[in-house]
T-cell receptor, first 113, second 113 residues
Framework: KNEVEQSPQNLTAQEGEFITINCSYS?????LHWLQQHPGGGIVSLFM???GKKKHGRLIATINIQEKHSSLHITASHPRDSAVYIC???????????????FGQGTILTVHP | NAGVTQTPKFQVLKTGQSMTLQCAQD?????MSWYRQDPGMGLRLIHY???????DQGEVPNGYNVSRSTTEDFPLRLLSAAPSQTSVYFC????????????FGAGTRLSVL
């Protein structure tokens, strides 16, 4: 079964701390997505990775294809980073695999001032 | 840009009622999909479409119908609502290539009594 596991499920941090959220998956993928869901419910795509590392502001996403593992890092965390962070993968399959995402359960991040 | 527009934002149904959740995108995306989000379950794919006139089932299709008569619109129909369909529903779209980010609608919170 194609699975996506995220850890931790809940994460509490103090403002300014460096944060890491991990995502592991079971079989080969064509792409991995990191998504952010704020308390209001909307989902925003942060990164799409197929190899290496991407950076946007204080957010860094890395992926190790051999280890089947990805991490999302937040540097100098801020209370506005409080949200649910979701890992999603496109498993490698024939034909119409594009766009079909399998999601992790999400990591609830709370950053206190 | 409107992006992905979902209506309604909230809906309460009685068991056995039918309704249609609307989803429209203005980005000329070929790929559109419907997900449901339940506590502790993560997001799960209900149905998806790779272009006008083409739809297919996802992980949890039972109780839902879809059609894709135009590139822009991808409605989700509940023919006879059940309490198990109480959930938050998200529509998403992307370009057809597997390495494109997905854009999500704001979600529809549905309660079936």
């Amino acid at each position: 079964k194609n699975e996506v596991e995220q850890s931790p499920q809940n994460l509490t941090a103090q403002e300014g701390e460096f944060i890491t959220i991990n995502c592991s998956y079971s079989v080969g993928i064509s792409a991995l997505h990191w998504l952010q869901q704020h308390p209001g419910g909307g989902i925003v795509s942060l990164f799409m990775l197929s190899s290496g590392k991407k950076k946007h502001g204080r957010l860094i996403a890395t992926i190790n294809i051999q280890e089947k593992h990805s991490s999302l890092h937040i540097t100098a965390s801020h209370p506005r980073d409080s949200a649910v962070y979701i890992c999603a993968v496109q498993f490698r399959a024939g034909g119409t695999s594009y766009g079909k995402l399998t999601f992790g359960q999400g990591t609830i991040l709370t950053v206190h001032p | 840009n409107a992006g992905v527009t979902q209506t309604p934002k909230f809906q309460v149904l009685k068991t056995g009622q039918s309704m249609t959740l609307q989803c429209a995108q203005d980005m000329n995306h070929e790929y559109m999909s419907w997900y449901r989000q339940d506590p502790g379950m993560g997001l799960r794919l209900i149905h998806y479409s790779v272009g006008a006139g083409i739809t297919d089932q996802g992980e949890v299709p039972n109780g839902y119908n879809v059609s894709r008569s135009t590139t822009e619109d991808f409605p989700l129909r509940l023919l006879s609502a059940a309490p198990s369909q109480t959930s938050v529903y998200f529509c998403a779209s992307s370009y057809r290539d597997s390495k494109n980010i997905q854009y999500f609608g704001a979600g529809t919170r549905l309660s079936v009594l």
